[in-house]
């Protein structure tokens, strides 16, 4: 049995291209003892998948030259020598740009398709939704009567946290690239306010004049000179949550600006980074179930972008750069 996979051919310069990636066909070994035969339904394709593209040292290991690119992907279980899984199966797990592939079964978590879509376990009730969750409730500690502020708000996780802000009772403001997108926030995330950054020329008056009285929790997707502009607006006691820097990772140098340190002192503001496994990785089970609960109370709506097809799986992530997503961005490979 031979199967197709995407292979890391060239690091990225800036923007990843297609000329990045390589596919290549190979055949599918027999699972051994503890092993399952995977069919991929669902590939993720995410931003931090950048960073690892660069041989540099961080808190995960780069990907390898001609090896295949990993990520979160739903998967069906073909064969079963593991004693958890049988066929028909539906597994969530870390695992390689493959149409199929053998995979040991202690890596693996089943997931129910009765609960939710297949693909919403790569997103709302998967990382991105853990992500937004034990962000804002973990650091930024949101209370009623407080601003939120979200860039790339009607991303993934950003649309994820203006939904969590409100149900705790906060005023929320989100940022986006797009008139379309202001109005998906506005509309089906419940944002009270929306700022479309390209079409703004001074983004600290703009935000000055969506949140009159300040902002308390910014969470921070995007970094550069958005969060600039809000350091310039932040309350005192405010948190600010470094979730991603998408607008810095193309870049080929560190981008330099504005000294945060006064403002961090003067004003007693907590300035965080994380990362979802090292940090929240012994509560993902709590995060989840309370997800799936106001999910299932309607609390949470959730917005999906999916491609379809194994040959649209590096276009999909290229396209993450350009904002071409509302919501979470997946790629159907096979038919559930």
């Known amino acids: 049995m031979k199967t197709q996979s995407i292979l890391l051919k060239q690091r990225p310069e800036k923007t990843p291209q297609n000329s990045d990636f390589e596919f290549k066909e190979e055949e599918v070994s027999t699972p051994k003892s503890n092993e399952v035969l995977l069919k991929s339904i669902y590939i993720s394709v995410d931003p931090y998948l950048r960073g690892r593209m660069r041989d ?16 979160a992907i739903i998967a069906k279980v073909e064969k079963s020598e593991h004693e958890n899984f049988k066929e028909g199966d539906y597994v969530l797990g870390h695992l390689a740009w493959k149409e199929y592939q053998v995979a040991k079964g202690e890596n693996l ?8 879509n297949l693909s919403a376990y790569l997103g709302i009730l ?28 009607a991303g993934a996780v950003g649309s994820t946290v203006g939904q969590i802000a409100k ?16 109005d998906l926030i506005k509309g089906k995330f419940n944002y009270d306010e929306g700022i479309n950054y390209k079409t703004t020329d001074n983004m600290k008056e703009a935000i000055s004049k ?42 080929d140098e560190t981008a330099t600006g504005p000294r945060v340190e006064g403002i961090l002192i003067k004003k007693s503001v907590k300035m965080q980074g994380f990362t979802l496994q090292n940090d929240f990785g012994e509560k993902f089970n709590e995060g989840t179930k309370k997800l799936a609960q106001w999910l299932q109370e309607g609390k949470l709506n959730y917005e999906e972008t999916i491609r379809e097809g194994f040959e649209k799986v590096p276009q999909a992530f290229i396209d993450l750069f350009s904002g071409e997503n509302k919501g979470k961005m997946v790629v159907k490979v096979a038919e559930e």
Request: charged share 20%; with cysteine; hydrophobic share 35%.
């Open 56 to 71: 540099v040292e961080s808190y995960i290991e780069p990907f390898q030259l001609n090896e295949p690119i990993t990520s």
């Open 167 to 182: 149900i705790y009772g906060c005023k929320t403001i989100g940022i986006a690239g797009s008139d379309e997108k202001i």
């Open 210 to 251: 969506a949140a009159t009285n300040g902002i308390d929790v910014y969470y921070d997707n995007v970094g550069g000179e958005i969060l600039d502009a809000t350091l310039q607006n932040i309350n005192r006691n405010g948190r600010v949550i470094n979730c991603g820097a998408i607008s810095q990772y193309n870049k």
């Open 109 to 116: 978590r089943k997931v129910d398709p009765k609960q939710a």
């Open 126 to 153: 998967g990382m991105t939704g853990l992500t937004a969750y034990f962000g804002l409730t973990e650091i930024g500690a949101p209370k009623e009567g407080e601003t939120v502020l979200v860039s790339g708000a």
